[in-house]
């Protein structure tokens, strides 16, 4: 029972903010980047097999994340 509590109080302030402020959705970001990160490792595992260090650089609009 002493679990309980901050479980249901958790859970209650997630439900209301969810509902009231713009909470990015996350799993549509997460899969962006998995997007983004395959094909940028794609385009370099094609390279002569060297071990460089390659900056990825993902552009984020806004109105997506929502």
Known sequence: M???F???LGTAI???AAQNYEVPNLRHLAKRYE???RKKKADGAAGAGGSRTKTVMVDIDHDELF
């Open 35 to 37: 997007e983004e990160y």
């Open 6 to 8: 901050p479980f249901l």
């Open 14 to 16: 997630g439900v209301y």
């Open 2 to 4: 002493g679990c309980l």
